[in-house]
Each structure stands twice: as C-alpha cells, then as structure tokens.
C-alpha cells in the first residue's frame, strides 16, 4: 500500500542532544513538509521541499534542519537550538504540481527527558 | 497573508444530532479549502476540499461542506454524528499554485451518547 511512514512513534531527547525524525513516503510525490502541532495551535509549517535537493524554511524554522537527497525521504533533525521541542510532529506530502491535497503520516510525539 | 480562524474550540454533541463546525478564512483570491480530521495520536486525513465549482461538496463519512465567498467561510457539517466522529478537526486555506497550507487552531469534537 502506498503512504506515509513515520518513525519513531515515540522519541525522547535529552539536553543538548540532537534527534532525527525520519518520514518516507512511496507515493512517488515531489513535495514533502514537515509540520509542528502543539495544543490549541493547529499545525505549524516547519521545512518544505518541493524537489529533490532543495528546500526552503517554513514558519517556524529555527532550531530545525532537513534534508532531501532522496525523492522518497525527508527527515527532520531537532537541534539542541531548539528550546522547546516537546512536540506532535508530522510530515506530509503531495505530488507537486501544484495546490494539491496533503497526504500525512502518523506523527512523531517528541518528549524531553 | 492567508490565515484560518476556527471560532469553536470544543463542541459537544449528542449521538445522532447534527454538527456543524465553523471556518472562516482571510485570502485575497479564490482560495483552496480543506477540512481535515485527527483521532488522539493519529495523522491528518482529508475529509473533503474545495478547489473551484460547485459550492456545496460531499466528502467521506457522511461530511459536506459549504464554501461562501460572500461570508469567507467554509462551514463542515454532518446531519447525524456517530460516536466514531469523536476527533479534532481542522480547516486549511491554501492559495493556487503555492505549496503552502495555513491551518486553523482545530476544533475538538466531543460525542455524548
């Protein structure tokens, strides 16, 4: 079945340490986001990549870096820059051809330790 | 810039009454609409979207929704909920041809029998 995978389900993070979230998707999509969800905020753009190689930073970049060196992955990494990383996170994608429906996976809940 | 408003934060309802869920958006042009839905610790799925024509669209699990340029909302109701209809769910705005979602804060949906 084709979609969005995340993992892990769970991550925990200690001070000053950096973690990675990764997000595959074989729906064959160019673009993938990244998003942060916090209560009572809805959904927060982090990083998108439109294509392969490049991306751009959201609303709330600070603290985050991605990459995309493949069209099928796009992982997040939470840096010791960001202060408040206690977080549902998600990542989506859409073929790329425009505005289209986003397709998102199953989150990521990162807790501090 | 684009932006969501949700006015409802939480609304309560009884099984087998109907729901209706506000959303009014800020965009200068048409805009793209979509209503998601969010189970506890779940990703997004899309319940419906409006890109252009028939004002009044039909989505999954019984949903329609309404868009009026002249109110700038685009209201999500359903006749009779089900207690599975329990969930968080959110707006989205998006102008054409751009990559980017805006999101309302979301609205909880809680089913009493």
């Known amino acids: 079945d084709g979609g969005i995978t995340q993992s892990p389900k769970y991550l925990f993070r200690k001070e000053g340490q950096n973690v990675t979230l990764s997000c595959e998707q074989n729906?064959?999509?160019?673009?993938m986001y990244w998003y942060r969800q916090d209560p009572g905020q809805g959904l927060r753009l982090i990083y998108y990549?439109?294509?392969?190689?490049?991306?751009q930073k959201g609303d709330i970049a600070e603290g985050y870096s991605v990459s995309r060196e493949k069209k099928e992955s796009f992982p997040l990494t939470v840096t010791s820059a960001q202060k408040n990383p206690t977080a549902f996170y998600l990542c989506a994608s859409t073929p790329g051809q425009g505005q289209e429906t986003q397709y998102f996976g199953p989150g990521t809940r990162l807790l501090v330790l | 810039a684009q932006s969501v408003t949700q006015p409802d934060i939480h609304i309560t309802v009884s099984e087998g009454a109907s729901l209706e869920l506000r959303c009014n958006y800020s965009?200068?042009?048409?805009?793209?609409l979509f209503w998601y839905v969010q189970s506890p610790g779940q990703g997004l799925q899309l319940l419906l979207k409006?890109?252009?024509?028939?004002?009044l669209v039909q989505g999954i699990k019984g949903f329609e929704a309404e868009f009026k340029r002249s109110q700038s909302s685009f209201n999500l109701r359903k006749p009779s909920v089900h207690w599975s209809d329990a969930a968080e769910y959110f707006c989205a705005v998006g102008p054409s041809n751009d990559y980017k979602l805006s999101f309302g804060a979301g609205t909880t949906v809680t089913v009493r029998a």
């Open positions: 990549s439109q294509i392969v190689n490049d991306f």
């Open positions: 965009y200068g042009a048409t805009p793209y």
């Open positions: 729906l064959n999509h160019d673009a």
């Open positions: 409006y890109f252009s024509g028939d004002t």
